[in-house]
């Protein structure tokens, strides 16, 4: 089993005044060579958008982009002719192919919004341009990993599905336990987020928006040492 350690305070910043953003992997003018991705993930960013505030429209291709609020409401609007909002609950996937524009904003007036966006690289370019969004039951993730994402090949339970394969589960966890996370696919790697507590893999502890890389294995054991929240992202490593 091979692990690389990101720690919260070693991801990029950039504060823009209505936007502060936390980049786990290069991005914008964050640039770190050994920092370009995880495997077929290439982006995991850490949103905060401030009331009345928002990206303007700006395009995409060949990716496969997820978006997943933390706390707020993000409004959404694309070429698609898709205008809705998106919650707490909810997960959000585009998949970009031959090209797409899209806005973000948050319309309260008086409340922030907190969301991670992900970018996984396709496994096929040029796939027509596709918009889903899904409110999933935050039940089943208690003391559980909640398959929310997945490939089209393999969807799994109600997941919504992306053009790779890859999965992306959520979980919330009481302390005191060890959870045994299976991978799909012996050759993935999973890059564990910490979103909330402390956990320990193997001799590794992570608190709240630490960062473990794992490849080379069919399992990992999670030691949940507080209440802790969950983000795991399964990628092909090549």
Do not use: C
Not at 48 to 61: R, S
Request: avoid cysteine.
């Amino acid at each position: 089993m091979k692990t690389i350690y990101h720690k919260a305070n070693t991801r990029g910043k950039a504060d823009h005044g209505w936007l502060k953003s936390y980049h786990s992997f290069s991005f914008a003018s964050f640039h770190n060579p050994e920092r370009m991705g995880f495997g077929q993930l290439r982006v995991l960013n850490d949103d905060i958008v401030q009331p009345k505030m928002g990206f303007g429209t700006h395009p995409h291709q060949n990716m496969e982009i997820i978006s997943i609020p933390l706390s707020g409401a993000l409004s959404h609007k694309d070429s698609m002719d898709n205008k809705r909002a998106i919650t707490v609950g909810e997960v959000q996937v585009m998949s970009a192919g031959t090209g797409l524009q899209h806005s973000e904003f948050n319309d309260s007036r008086t409340d922030e919004v907190n969301f991670l966006q992900l970018w996984i690289q396709p496994q096929e370019l040029g796939v027509e341009p596709r918009y889903e969004q899904k409110e999933f039951d935050q039940s089943k993730r208690h003391n559980n990993f909640q398959t929310v994402v997945a490939p089209k090949s393999n969807v799994i339970d109600d997941a919504l599905w992306i053009h790779q394969q890859a999965y992306i589960s959520l979980g919330n966890f009481t302390a005191s336990q060890t959870v045994d996370f299976q991978l799909n696919n012996a050759s993935h790697g999973i890059y564990i987020f910490l979103l909330e507590g402390e956990i320990e893999v193997g001799d590794q502890t992570l608190s709240t928006r630490d960062a473990l890389g794992v490849w080379e294995t069919e399992n990992v054991d999670i030691n949940i040492k507080n209440d802790s929240k969950i983000l795991v992202i399964e990628v092909p490593m090549n």
